[in-house]
């Protein structure tokens, strides 16, 4: 089951980083309110024929009859996280570089296990070794240039923040309830809460949703209803802490994309931070030695 759980993160991790082409295409039409709005709407109503698939296999459960109350409360709260931390992001990369958003948004490896320490989470020696460890990578991974502190950046560690408290909220819910059902309602949430500030901060227009569409498809069926629901699903009976290492494989994935897909060049110096990020999941994955 662990084995399975990491795989579905480590996807997660794998659509989000491939994800970034689209969400940068994706501004060429869109403001960024809009852009995640209408992308979290068309998410929703893509999980929800798989909705319908699921229940006619399985049936409602007793024990999903009775989450109701939790499921809702799951998802409302992962719905507004998700707005806050995506707009922060993506405001905040407007006065930042590409590098250093990166870098900086993957704060979440550290923040977490913090956090966890107050909920009362173990966190073992390795985990600590792999968070620094991924750390490291990240740096090397993204920044480039003169490190500085900006606007741009302080929004960036604010949706880091937020990023942190989505993951140990999801950890919270999601051994609880139905987590494909809590993504739909996440998006939804998500979706509703970004329209008035679309309409007040933005002009959303038809005709530019339809010229940014495959952008927004792509960001919308696979980075939020795919991958947004892989974390959910993946993230259940997994350490946070560890959950967020891997998720933090982003950053490696969309450097390794970028270098496939568009033909950018991997220096060494990137190529050792994606190395130091590698070592870091696969030591977090390393089962520990059982006490006789």
Sequence with gaps: MRTKNAFMLILTAFIWGTAFVAQSVGMDYLGPFTFNGVRSIIGGIALLPCIALLNKINGASGKEEGNKRELIAGGIACGFLLFTASSLQQV???????????????????????LGIF??????????????LAFAGLYFLCITEKFSIGKGDILIFLCALVFSVHILVIDYFSPKVNGVRMSCIQFFVC?????????????????????????????GVLSCGVAYTLQIVGQKNVNPAIASLILSLES??????GWLVLGERLSIRESFGCILMFAAILLAQLPDKKKE
């Design 92 to 114: 905040g990369i407007q006065y930042t570089t590409a590098g250093k958003a990166g870098f900086i948004t993957a704060f979440y490896i550290v923040i977490v296990p913090v």
């Design 191 to 219: 979706g509703a809460v970004s329209v008035p500030f679309m309409f007040a901060l933005e002009t959303p227009r038809i005709g530019a949703m339809a010229a940014g569409i495959v952008p927004l498809l792509y960001a």
């Design 119 to 132: 909920l009362k989470k173990k966190i073992g020696w390795k985990v600590w070794l792999a968070v620094t």
């Design 252 to 257: 490696c994935f969309s450097v390794l994309a």
